[in-house]
């Protein structure tokens, strides 16, 4: 029988459809929870959609599940982890409810652990992976204390964040106050009402009315660059991985726009023990900085499919066919990217369409799904649109401030500009 697979994603990101392509070239029926809008809906994958509602996202989630009736639920971001979580922790008396969650996460009161990034390098510390020192952070005195052990620059961090946010840089003692005191306050309602508007995500209004609590880490900083993990894991045993180097990322800390993927056995050896010690199942990636002696740190983990997990590198390496090879004997695969060098498909473009890495790396289009192209490329002009007619509201701001401050010297009659 062909397995279903329900894709539970409350963001409109591309990355879920190229996993809704990658379970359904593994013989499995794909459906999906995401926002209207979503890329995943335009997917010639996807068998049905269901609607998520930024309000009412439990209520969302049980009438996908009742409708889908899934063999496997596939997080595809923080938040939807989160809310499938939560439906557990609700699932009292609904036991085929529970034994669903169970099955796709594996140790669902293992994440917890996960989340909590102080408390999970403690324990990768324990199963003897290298890992930068840690520390919870309450208080500004707990504060002070780590970075009297931290030393700077230093990294402080927030729980549940994702995406590149939740994370800043410290180089002396004042920033490290302004990080801890802005990751550590919640939102003004004003504020949260305002980003829903213009970011039009309703998340943004449940900010405002049930601001959650945020537990914040300090981390000592560990330079190097960015390498990573995706892995595919049933009950503890890795299913299928992917290990790779990040060439080019967004930004500091963004998602990656160029990986290599590379055989490095620290990596390998990470993520057996981690998906061994927490009883993990599903797709999951970790973090690390590879340092200039070539040696990985692990520096968090991201419980729910990244960006990596869409990649498919072959049998073992294919974490959609890895995961369905687990519920059914009929599971196919795609076929294999055959470069070890990956271009992920806008975001390389629209950081620089002169990348040479665009012609001579595996540029990662989804040509086989011409609508999600289609919708990538449709989003990826409205974002050029609002960046251009964000910087022509900074260039008018500084036009009319310079005008404003242009005065008359009324001693000596000339005429001076302030900048």
Request: charged share 20%.
């Amino acid at each position: 029988m062909t397995a279903k697979v329900l894709l539970v994603s409350s963001v409109g990101w591309p990355s879920v459809a190229r996993l809704a392509a990658g379970f359904a070239w593994a013989s499995c029926a794909v459906e999906a929870l995401a926002p209207a809008g979503a890329v995943v809906l335009s997917s010639r994958y996807l068998s049905r959609w269901h609607s998520y509602r930024a309000l009412f996202p439990l209520a969302s989630l049980r009438a996908a599940i009742e409708a889908a009736e899934p063999d496997l639920l596939v997080c595809c971001d923080d938040r939807s982890l989160s809310h499938v979580l939560e439906l557990y922790r609700r699932s009292a008396g609904k036991r085929e409810l529970a034994l669903l969650v169970e099955r796709s996460l594996g140790n669902p009161r293992a994440i917890p652990r996960l989340i909590s990034r102080s408390n999970f390098l403690a324990e990768a510390r324990a199963e003897g992976i290298r890992v930068p020192d840690t520390m919870a952070i309450g208080s500004d005195e707990d504060l002070d204390d780590a970075l009297a052990l931290l030393g700077f620059p230093a990294v402080l961090k927030s729980d549940g964040s994702w995406g590149g946010e939740g994370v800043l840089f410290a180089h002396n003692a004042t920033e490290a106050k302004a990080a801890f005191a802005k990751l550590a306050r919640s939102p003004s309602r004003p504020r949260s009402v305002a980003r829903a508007l213009r970011r039009r995500d309703a998340h943004h209004l449940g900010d405002a009315i049930f601001p959650a609590p945020r537990n914040i880490s300090a981390q000592r900083f560990v330079s190097g660059s960015p390498a990573a993990s995706a892995f595919a894991s049933w009950q503890g045993e890795i299913a299928g991985a992917i290990y790779y180097d990040v060439i080019v990322a967004e930004g500091a800390i963004g998602p990656p726009n160029v990986i290599r993927r590379v055989d490095c056995p620290e990596i390998h050896e990470a993520t057996l023990k981690i998906a061994k010690r927490f009883g993990l199942s599903g797709i999951h990636g970790m973090d690390f900085i590879r340092d200039a002696q070539g040696a990985v740190h692990l520096i968090e983990i991201n419980p729910r499919a990244t960006q990596g997990s869409t990649l498919a590198f072959g049998r073992g390496r294919d974490l959609p066919a890895a995961l369905a090879e687990r519920l059914t004997p009929a599971a196919g695969i795609r076929p294999a990217i055959t470069a070890d060098t990956v271009v992920f498909f806008p975001r390389e473009w629209q950081r620089d369409p002169a990348s040479h890495f665009l012609t001579s790396a595996h540029h990662d289009v989804p040509w086989d799904d011409p609508a999600v192209l289609l919708a990538i490329l449709r989003s990826a002009a409205r974002t050029a649109h609002r960046s251009a007619r964000n910087l022509t509201k900074e260039a008018s701001k500084t036009m009319t401030s310079t005008v404003c401050l242009k005065r008359s010297d009324t001693t000596g009659g000339a005429q001076r500009t302030i900048r």
